[in-house]
């Protein structure tokens, strides 16, 4: 793409009410926009990201088996009635509104009951589960504050996932396998080494349950992270253990970070409630063993920000990053640079042309900025040579590489 | 996709309370589960058609310059009262409803306020122009009655484009660029020949907008086709227009119609309203000249199946439809099915695989209800002739081809 194209301009300052970094950043870059506290909008560079960000998960969903569906946002209240979910003493995040008839609907900010509501049409044999259903969806959330950029927000898009089996032992098959894809997922993203399983309250529904926390001061939670292995105990259920679940030691360090996604056993609490019930082999009626996965994209992507941002701006690992290649026309390289937009397209390689009639300073501060992995200089010093200067967004060194080599040196830099 | 994986079952009974033949079509076919009056949601065959025809619109909106993001819908008062849209008596369909802190905040039924606000932070120059932004976001629309199936929803995603021009030239050749760009994705929709174009109200904002309108028995508007050219007026201009405003003849014909996109241009009055100005090549300040284009995916999803259905089920086109092929493993085909379907898969064919275990009938049955465009039977007699029995959903020939065909016989049968 051409950025003297792209609407979106960097800003130098950031928005004086923002104290998160990466909403700093974000918002600098021309990645996203601030609506009101908590709500964001999505810019095509901030919807390139998001989007990358979503087709990883989609890939690793998949491939454990989900089937993807959408879901509606405006919430009829008799499933959540029955579940005992639809008062806001209980769920204290609910927006509510009103169909023109005064009925009172809620939009959802999780899917436990229509889905299971839906179900009943289509399951009653254990011939039709294991089912495995998700969605990237949007949520409203009414937090009370809405301090923290991209991190806590009032609107976004989840991935939520809900596992519908025969047994425990089915249902616990399927959590160790969404347990390994969440940890392909954050490692896809960049920030799987930062990121440790942590074990949570399992709410009314089981013991634990199990959330990925990704370490930095940006988080709101409170981790007690083991000083041997890559597991961790949230503070809410640090009296409740005081050794590692995974190695026994009792050393912790307390630590905040960022909820990334949550894994989460329901038993039977959704299917007793709502009335799924599967006949199994032998005859018998039962309730459908449950649980559900979550993962926000736009929170792991100022997650990443977080993380792997510096001093000059983002830092974006290739999977996710809106663009390959930052191509930067500097005086008297304009006419070698469209040459090499054109066979960069050509090849398939995603770039971001920078062709904007800007100085050299000011295209070499936004390609840090914007933080895409590869910045691809071409000027008069380097065509002279026939070449152009390649840079890692993640290091300092400058490399020559011959024009005609770009396009293999592209495909091999990842 | 297997069809023995798939979660969805299919319905001999349409729900009762659904009048609209293509709602009672999707609901059995499984595409879709009913949440409410006016509200939807879509299980994995009615998502992968919304998809197919997201991805047309898509395509054809950036063929035309058009740049997308993602707008948020919960929305601040603050630029809807300065356009005068943020009262109920003004604009009847607002969902509202409130923060913790009591702040009342709308779910967008639109957005040209919320864009034009935003572009104020991007815009101000006529180097920035001209821009061409769209989204496929979540409306919310508080219709007072919800009757018509999917044809008219409380919440449904919308491709929504809006054009920010220097001067009233430039805003006519984009609307002229983007009435050809929907004629072309209604065509590739398959419903080109009974879709037209529409001289509607142009509201408060110009003399007429343009709506494309599909001939329908199940739409709720009323509109004169002109019996000589494929042009037609809403009811509503019909005292203002005597003559069609192409050839200029003066017989119509009233028909039913189905409004399936509509473009209207806006000139001056949001950007007015909300202060959206730039400064031309002479220096002069000036308000940018807008238009908005509006298709909704679902809508149109279900228009396809009002017009091409038959007695037996839905019928799709090829480039919307959820899978190419829907192949059929009957007694004693098993096997040579199986091998089909890992070829197909191999080939990089879409194909639905109906595996179950289900009499020929049922496989037969459902096959003409989900309408997939190309039906391949294997059964012990087509595999003893070393053969498949193709048929297209469209017609009633049967065809016997040869195993070692049917890739290439697919890939000619568009």
């Not at 006949?279 to 449950?290: A, Q, S």
Request: net charge neutral.
């Amino acid at each position: 793409m051409r950025q003297s194209y792209l609407f979106t301009k960097t800003k130098r300052e950031a928005q004086s009410d923002e104290t998160s970094v990466s909403a700093q950043l974000l918002l600098r870059a021309g990645f996203v926009h601030k609506e009101m506290a908590g709500v964001y909008s999505f810019l095509p560079l901030g919807l390139l990201t998001l989007n990358k960000i979503i087709a990883v998960i989609r890939e690793e969903i998949n491939a454990i088996g989900g089937q993807e569906l959408l879901l509606s946002s405006l919430q009829d209240s008799a499933p959540w009635k029955k579940s005992g979910r639809w008062s806001d003493e209980v769920l204290d995040i609910w927006f509510k509104t009103k169909l023109k008839n005064k009925t009172e609907v809620g939009l959802a900010n999780t899917h436990e009951e229509a889905l299971t509501n839906l179900l009943r049409h289509h399951v009653s044999s254990w011939r039709d589960l294991p089912l495995y259903l998700y969605q990237f969806q949007t949520k409203f959330r009414n937090e009370l504050r809405s301090k923290n950029g991209l991190l806590r927000t009032r609107e976004f898009i989840m991935k939520d996932m809900y596992s519908f089996s025969r047994d425990e032992k089915e249902h616990e098959e399927f959590y160790e396998k969404a347990k390994n894809a969440y940890k392909t997922i954050f490692k896809r993203l960049g920030i799987g080494d930062q990121t440790v399983l942590t074990f949570a309250s399992g709410g009314s529904f089981s013991e634990f349950s199990h959330e990925f926390q990704a370490l930095s001061e940006a988080g709101e939670d409170t981790i007690f992270l083991c000083e041997k292995c890559h597991v961790a105990i949230n503070k809410e259920v640090k009296d409740r253990l005081t050794a590692c679940p995974q190695c026994g030691q009792e050393a912790f360090k307390e630590r905040s970070a960022i909820e990334v996604g949550n894994i989460f056993p329901l038993g039977v609490k959704f299917s007793e409630a709502l009335n799924l019930e599967f006949v199994n082999e032998k005859g018998v009626k039962l309730p459908v063993v449950m649980g559900s996965y979550g993962i926000g994209p736009a929170r792991s992507m100022a997650t990443i920000v977080e993380l792997l941002h510096d001093a000059k701006g983002m830092v974006w690992p290739r999977e996710v990053a809106p663009f390959t290649v930052h191509l930067l026309a500097l005086p008297g390289g304009e006419k070698e640079a469209d040459k090499l937009y054109d066979s960069f397209l050509k090849e398939g390689i995603e770039v971001l042309y920078d062709d904007r009639e800007a100085t050299a300073g000011e295209k070499l501060t936004d390609a840090d900025l914007l933080g895409i992995p590869l910045r691809v200089v071409v000027s008069q010093k380097t065509v002279a040579t026939k070449e152009a200067e390649v840079k890692k967004r993640t290091g300092e060194k400058l490399e020559m590489v011959r024009l005609t080599n770009l396009v293999s040196y592209i495909a091999e830099a990842a």
